[in-house]
């Protein structure tokens, strides 16, 4: 890797690539191949009240161009919707003095309605030292908030004053966060909605910086794995900025955009196709700036999620590895529109 504005960076991001944020020994994500069935969580939008109730019939799946047959179809409403949701605490990119203030919010929210949360909720504190659960899953607010109260936030090695060195060690440790979580979240069934309260990850992508075939590769495996958890674990995934700053221009915070479309291929990838943001929206997700009221934006995120259909599909016999199919649902009613994950990567059959 070569990045012309910055000598000796390069050394730094090879060497957060060859030891692997999420996939260094293998690229091959896990076995898909016994279970072909696939389950997509689809948000109609705009909203109404009484909120429209769709068909089957009214969905058509198109997977890379071509329609794919619906194979089970449930309409999810209300508070007995099968949710999980995850609030993560992101110590590590956020400026240590906004971390109160994350704190403060998510105990409102938790609070809110005494303390009687629609959902079961945990609470996930992401540091340099780790990430930690605190808890389990609880409906009860104000218990969790007893426990967030609890806490202590540990004083921070990396900060976001660090320089390309501090910005390769936040990306690497966020990386490893997500697929620690994913990885839990996967033994859990039913849908998540994992909110991440975070300015989002270093991009690290520019246009002075260069990658050669083997860091495409690698950076490709990390996208190929994360994008298979998220979907395995049927995590919808929200970004949540919680503190925009005046300082901070349009162009920076849309940034992350230029990196929305889905590679197919290693030689189309850059670093910044891992931001947290990407991730979110094209898990079917959001990338949300907070005002002054965060604890109303996470609780946008968690009013987005109903009602929803419960959809499902049998992915295909790929004839490569990681061969990248594009989703989209169309529907058969005007001014609706279908939001759900974006693409996924088919595997072929194991020999």
């Known amino acids: 890797m070569f990045i012309h504005a910055r000598p000796g960076s390069a050394l730094l991001l ?54 794919r047959s619906i194979t ?68 009860d607010g104000n218990a969790l908030g007893t426990l967030l109260d609890g806490e202590n936030t540990p004083l921070r090695f990396i900060t976001r004053g660090s320089g390309i060195y501090g910005a390769a060690d936040r990306l690497q440790l966020s990386l490893q ?6 990885t839990g979240e996967a033994q859990r069934p039913g849908r998540k ?35 298979t958890e998220l979907l395995q674990a049927r995590v919808t995934l929200y970004s949540v900025n919680p503190a925009v700053g005046a300082s901070e221009s349009l162009s920076r915070l849309a940034y992350y955009k230029e990196f929305l479309k889905g590679v197919s291929k290693p030689s189309q990838v850059n670093l ?19 005002s002054n009221d965060l604890a109303a934006v996470v609780r946008q995120c968690v009013d987005d999620a109903t ?12 004839e490569k590895p990681d061969e990248y199919h ?13 939001r759900t994950r974006q693409a996924y990567y088919a595997q072929p059959p194991p020999n």
Request: proline content about 7%; some cysteine.
């Open 72 to 139: 089970s179809f449930h309409v999810v409403n209300g508070r007995e919707a099968p949710i999980e949701v995850i609030v993560v605490i992101d110590a590590v990119n956020a400026a240590f003095r906004n971390v109160a203030y994350e704190r403060e919010q998510v105990d409102s929210f938790l609070r809110a309605e005494g303390g009687h949360l629609a959902y079961p909720v945990a609470i996930a504190f992401f540091t340099d030292k780790g990430t930690q659960l605190l808890g389990d899953f609880s409906s």
């Open 307 to 318: 009602p929803y259909y419960e959809i499902s599909f049998d992915q295909p016999v790929a």
């Open 193 to 227: 909605i994992m909110v991440w309260l975070s300015p989002g990850w270093p991009l690290l992508s520019g246009p002075h910086v260069e990658l050669d075939a083997k860091e495409r590769q690698k950076i490709f495996g990390d996208i190929v794995k994360l994008s």
């Open 14 to 67: 090879a060497a957060l690539l060859c030891c692997a944020a999420v996939s260094a020994q293998q690229n091959t994500p896990p076995n898909q191949t016994a279970n072909r069935t696939s389950y997509l969580d689809v948000v109609v939008t705009p909203k109404s009240v009484p909120p429209v109730v769709l068909q089957q019939q009214d969905f058509t799946l198109v997977d890379n161009k071509s329609p």
């Open 326 to 338: 594009q989703l989209e649902f169309k529907l058969d009613k005007p001014g609706l529109a279908a």
């Open 177 to 182: 966060a997500l697929d620690q979580l994913l």
């Open 272 to 290: 910044g196709n891992l931001a947290l943001q990407v991730l979110a929206v094209q898990s079917g997700g959001l990338a949300l700036n907070s």
